[in-house]
């Protein structure tokens, strides 16, 4: 029988990644799972998968009946199962195959410790938010968890649009686009892109033009309660991308509405999470600083 004090008890194994780079550790998972005896569940969509002891479901079963989603692989997973399932409220744990990972932070080689101590209710947990889009005041039906990007289609050209912020005229610019990134995206392509790193618990959101066509162009920290809109200019041939997929093509005029989302992501961590770590870890923060030498 199922111990009490465990609260999730029906288990979702996902990876954006194939099937065989994940083998082993979805093997030594199911493994510790059926151990407990928990229920594990499977996406049917993941159709090279080869599960030992879990069962296949639709993506819209296991939205309505999983307790926790494991991801496995990188950040890029992370997010893909975020979209999918931590947008209905399923909390989400990332085990880390990737070479990054500022979300996946469980590493294989303490994969049993951590998921035993994470399912006996060992665990921090944190709340991101998403960031929803309207185009043309019509919902484009996805979420970001990074940044949604409006950018020119073309590589190496310039596309000039104008920005709003509660109504109220920010500025016209030719750069060749615009990143709108969360806290989570901050270490991500915006982060690539120079901008600010901003900590998981801000409500913030970032406005970093892509290479602006101007000496002056800096980013720009709002509160993530603010509506964000940006009107396509003359040169057009853009696009808007919501966390690297989801494009959508846009055209001279076009309006684009961003805002917080109501939905959020709950992310669960093991014991001791700190992002100040991941940071020092992931970046190289403290490189060649000589330690104390002791008295």
């Known amino acids: 029988m199922v111990n009490n004090q465990i609260m999730f008890k029906k288990i979702c194994i996902y990876s954006s990644l ?63 199962s975020s979209r999918k399932f931590g947008s209905s409220g399923i909390p989400v744990l990332g085990v880390n195959l990737g070479s990054l ?88 392509y915006s982060l690539s892109a120079n901008g600010p790193i901003i900590h998981p618990s801000a409500n913030a959101i970032c406005l970093l033009p892509m290479l602006p066509h101007t000496l002056n162009s800096r980013p720009l920290i709002v509160d993530a309660d603010v509506n964000i809109q940006i009107v396509v200019g003359k040169r057009g041939n853009a696009c808007l991308s919501l966390d690297s997929h989801l494009n959508t093509t846009l055209k001279d005029g076009d309006v684009i509405d961003i805002a917080k989302a109501e939905s959020k992501l709950i992310l669960i961590h093991p014991i001791g999470h700190d992002f100040f770590s991941s940071c020092r870890n992931k970046l190289g923060w403290s490189l060649g600083v000589p330690k104390k030498k002791q008295p």
């Open 18 to 80: 194939e099937a065989k780079k994940i083998e082993h550790i979805s093997d030594q998972l199911e493994e510790i799972l059926k151990n407990m005896e928990l229920e594990i569940l499977i996406p049917k969509s993941f159709t090279s998968y080869k599960t030992i002891f879990g069962k296949y479901c639709s993506d819209s079963q296991i939205a309505k009946n999983a307790d926790l989603i494991i991801a496995i692989g990188g950040d890029g997973t992370l997010l893909s």
């Open 101 to 188: 990972g500022f979300l996946t932070d469980v590493p294989p080689e303490e994969l049993t410790n951590s998921i035993q101590q994470i399912l006996y209710n060992n665990f921090e947990e944190e709340e991101r938010f998403f960031l929803e889009s309207k185009v043309n005041f019509e919902k484009t039906g996805n979420k970001a968890l990074n940044e949604v990007v409006v950018h020119s289609k073309k590589v190496a050209q310039l596309m000039e649009y104008e920005l709003f912020i509660d109504g109220k005229f920010v500025y016209r610019q030719r750069a060749d686009g615009l990143i709108i990134s969360t806290p989570t995206g901050s270490t991500a």
